[in-house]
């Protein structure tokens, strides 16, 4: 048996002493028994009932400890030595000694209560000990107006019942049979849930029912009292009543706690609710600028070829379509995102939250590289497309030459087998078959002549193969058939001379005059006709030095004419001289040299036709060359315009460079002068535009150098996007620092002394500092720093672990410094007031204390709780504000 004596608060402790004597004696009366065990019972399982379990009779369900030992546990919030789970009578009267010690060691001293009764299931004992336990977790604790206990609570009763006719609360009996005063406390507090006019004070029974069933339906205080055994007692027991009412009491106190704790949670969710949205959008943005590019570098890798110029320069008409068109909004889009992104990242370090990392292939970095991706697809497709036409110009000009070599070599052709066929010589004479074996010397000499123009033909054919050229089967069918032709009229020249020579023993007469006519004049012939063909020759040049080169050679071909004409004028005197020697003779000729079949007519002929395409041939050479100087003309003003462009924006981005470091006068200043800025800079579009109109005419011309310049066209546009991109990320800086200032209450003064001490240690003037740099900044504004806390202000200034430190980053971290923020702490306090002081929060309770769209929000995120004292329905809010803020705040 433990002895205890009524209480250690020296304060109270006689008036305590005296009415737990009083109440004592009085546990003997019947009636005020009952309203106890019912009272007591009630205010036990409102709290067990937070672990899952309750108790029937309450002097036997206390006996063996053991949810006593829990009770004590959940209205405590501590955790007591563990229970022993023996039926044996030592256990159960070790597990209320637990108890009772634990009682103790708050300040409680109990009076002739011990182990042995309450295991003995002594009612008195017991319900004396758990009016103890409601003294001192319950009751004691209420302070109203420098008075506690249960002076306090009687205060605030009398406080909160004063507007209210026909209640005068001055006790916890009599003033609380007629159910006014209970129905009184609601409505003060909750005056939706009583319409307490419609009551009447001769209705005792009614009035308390409806208290009690309105306390319990909506306040969540369970029912302990009985109406009938209040108004039917004479005077109602006194712990009964005080017991219900601080139930009510603590129902009530919490409600202005729970509405600032709620405020603070909407504010949270609701900066959270925007950061979420802004991410959402970032991804979604991120995601289809990916997958335009993701479907546009096929596109830009396509190498499918064309079969003529035509159709590749309409390919280069829809790439010139996409550069133009399509490209430019991308562009936007791309820094729009990385504004998105910057602006996104300020505000979560402004409002204390970890910096946003999006999914998996959506960093600005990825973006980036990807975008590197397409203009490296670009430029190649670009070049492909150039070195497609050139390939195809060279084609078209080989595949022309060749059918017209095939043309005339056929034409040459044409007949001669049936030639090297025929057996005239069985029939002729001696001098006729002489004649004829001349004759086919000389065919023999064409022949090796013609040897040159077949093997142009086969290496023409090979080229065109090697690039290949679309109709190469036609090419390569036509020049196997020349080829075969070629080798049968090898093949019947050498037999036709094989018979020739067999009865050449049988010819005596030759006329050598006829001969040596037919000598001179085949390779004469042939000079001719390959004259003819270099004059017919199509050429294709690319700048005035090749045009100058055609122009050089065909001068020095018209310098050998003289000496054609000579050599032609002497093959015509020696027919002259045969037919002078026939009339000296008297010899009759057949009218024809019986060597070859060039006539002095056809000579003359051929000579005539060459010398009328030498003038056609100065034409269209002269023709290429005005084309050149003209294409020379389009070099120079795309050059002119293009040095001009380049120093421009070489020009402005080392302004920009300057502005960004030396910029004055407020931020609001600041970004105005930077937008007319942006504008000044828009304005130069016009010069752009005129040199892309450059380009395409050089591009339409066909002109594939310059050497006017060092600018390419993809190399200015690269420069000018680069221009704009800068000026848009410099303004956006300035609006984070707006954003900065305005959120963390920064002067304008503060902001010029950041600015001023961060450019002195910017040594490069780069806009960012290296991390040594840094930390002599550090050093200078009074910061004493180890070398672990200079590597945690890293962390923050610079997370992605690039080296360098951002003047954007330099004025958030000295803000941070210096200004306070909603943390996760904060934010699990105010949800522990939300739940009670629990270690977990149900969705009702979320419902009841927040805004439905925020409530809504917390129960989607919250994980289930799975503590031991979990319950159905359990959520841990703990790891969701955690999660709000990081691991950094735990």
């Not at 065990?37 to 399982?45: E, I, M, V």
């Not at 009996?173 to 319409?195: Q, V």
């Not at 036509?478 to 090898?490: A, E, H, M, N, V």
């Amino acid at each position: 048996m433990v002895d205890y004596h009524a209480s250690n608060n020296q304060s109270s402790s006689g008036h305590m002493e005296q009415e737990n004597d009083w109440d004592r004696d009085l546990l003997l009366d019947p009636a005020w028994e009952k309203q106890q065990r019912k009272t007591f019972t009630a205010w036990c399982n409102s709290h067990l009932r937070k672990s899952g379990t309750q108790i029937e009779n309450i002097e036997e369900d206390f006996r063996d400890g053991l949810k006593l030992m829990l009770l004590l546990e959940v209205i405590a919030g501590e955790r007591l030595p563990k229970p022993e789970r023996g039926k044996m009578r030592v256990h159960k009267i070790n597990n209320v000694n637990k108890a009772l010690d634990f009682i103790a060691s708050k300040g409680v001293k109990l009076v002739s209560i011990g182990a042995e009764e309450i295991v003995d299931g002594n009612a008195k004992m017991t319900l004396g000990m758990i009016w103890t336990i409601i003294l001192r977790f319950a009751i004691q604790d209420i302070s109203v107006e420098e008075t506690s206990a249960k002076e306090g609570l009687l205060l605030w009763c009398q406080r909160k019942t004063a507007p209210y006719k026909n209640v005068n609360v001055q006790n916890f009996h009599m003033s609380w049979k007629d159910g006014l005063a209970f129905n009184a406390l609601i409505h003060r507090h909750r005056p939706d849930l009583i319409d307490y006019d419609s009551l009447r004070k001769d209705d005792p029974v009614t009035n308390l029912n409806n208290a009690f069933e309105v306390a319990e339906k909506h306040l969540d205080i369970p029912k302990m009292l009985d109406a009938e055994d209040i108004v039917n007692t004479g005077r109602p027991d006194e712990k009964a009543i005080m017991t219900y009412v601080s139930s009510f009491y603590h129902a009530f106190s919490g409600a202005q706690k729970a509405e600032t704790a709620a405020n603070r949670i909407c504010k949270v969710l609701a900066v959270n609710q925007e950061n979420e949205q802004m991410m959402e959008d970032y991804e979604k943005l991120a995601s289809e600028l990916l997958e335009w590019i993701r479907r546009t570098i096929p596109w830009l890798e396509n190498r499918t070829q064309e079969k003529t110029v035509n159709d590749m320069q309409a390919k280069q008409e829809d790439f010139r379509d996409y550069r133009c068109v399509h490209k430019p909004p991308k562009v936007q889009e791309k820094c729009q995102l990385e504004i998105s992104f910057n602006t996104l990242q300020t505000k979560l370090r402004l409002s204390n939250r970890p910096a946003f990392m999006p999914s998996e292939g959506r960093m600005v970095s990825d973006i980036n590289g990807a975008w590197h991706t397409l203009e490296g697809a670009e430029k190649g497709y670009e070049e492909w497309i150039l070195s497609e036409i050139r390939r195809l110009e060279r084609l078209e000009h080989l595949a022309e030459k060749f059918h017209q070599k095939a043309a005339i070599h056929e034409s040459w052709t044409d007949g001669k087998e049936a030639m090297l066929t025929q057996k005239d010589y069985e029939t002729s004479t001696l001098s006729e078959v002489k004649a004829l074996l001349r004759k086919h010397e000389a065919f023999e000499s064409d022949l090796a002549a013609h040897q040159d123009r077949v093997e142009q033909i086969a290496a023409i054919a090979q080229e065109l193969n090697e690039l290949d050229y679309y109709d190469s089967a036609s090419v390569n069918a036509r020049c196997q058939k020349i080829c075969d032709q070629w080798d049968t009229l090898g093949a019947f020249t050498h037999g036709r001379k094989e018979s020739l020579e067999r009865t050449e023993k049988q010819l005596e007469s030759i006329d050598e005059l006829y001969l040596e006519y037919a000598k001179r004049a085949a390779p004469f012939n042939n000079w001719m006709e390959g004259a003819m063909e270099d004059l017919q020759d199509m050429f294709i040049v690319h700048n005035i030095e090749e045009i100058q080169g055609l122009i050089t050679a065909h001068e020095q071909f018209k310098s050998t004419l003289a000496e054609a004409n000579k050599e032609r004028e002497a093959i015509q005197a020696i027919q002259a001289e045969v037919q002078k020697i026939a009339q000296s003779n008297g010899i009759k000729l057949s009218g024809s040299n019986p060597y070859t079949t060039i006539t002095p007519q056809s000579i003359d002929s051929k000579w005539e036709k060459a010398m009328d395409m030498v003038p056609l041939r100065d034409t269209a050479l002269q023709g290429e060359l005005n084309k050149q100087n003209s294409n020379d003309t389009l070099r120079a003003k795309f050059a002119t315009q293009a040095n001009t462009v380049g120093a421009y924006i070489q020009a402005k981005m080392e302004e920009i460079g300057r502005i960004s470091i030396e910029m004055n006068g407020t931020l609001e200043d600041q970004l105005t002068s930077l937008k007319e800025y942006q504008k000044t800079i828009m304005s130069y579009m016009p010069e752009i535009n005129t040199l892309e109109g450059y380009h395409q005419h050089i591009q339409e011309a066909l002109i594939f150098d310059n050497q006017y310049t060092s600018y390419s066209m993809e190399h200015l546009r690269v420069g000018w996007e680069q221009l704009l991109t800068t000026i848009a990320r410099t303004i956006n800086e300035v609006e984070n620092q707006i954003l900065t200032r305005d959120a963390k209450g920064i002067s304008q003064e503060q902001l010029y002394e950041y600015r001023a001490s961060f450019n002195h240690f910017d040594k490069k003037r780069s806009g960012q500092m290296v991390s040594e740099d840094f930390r002599a900044l550090l050093i200078s504004t009074g910061n004493s720093l180890g070398d672990s806390e200079f590597a945690r202000i890293m962390s923050i200034v610079d997370p992605n672990g690039s080296g360098a430190v951002t003047f954007q980053a330099f004025i958030d971290f000295m803000s941070r410094e210096t200004t306070d923020t909603d943390t996760a702490d904060q934010v699990i306090a105010s949800f522990k007031i939300l739940a009670a002081d629990k270690t977990f929060i149900t969705a009702e309770e979320l419902r009841r204390e927040l805004p439905p769209d925020q409530a809504e929000y917390c129960i989607a995120r919250m994980a289930p709780y799975v503590g031991a004292d979990a319950v159905p329905g359990a959520l841990d809010y703990m790891s969701f504000s955690t999660a709000l803020y990081g691991e950094s705040d735990l």
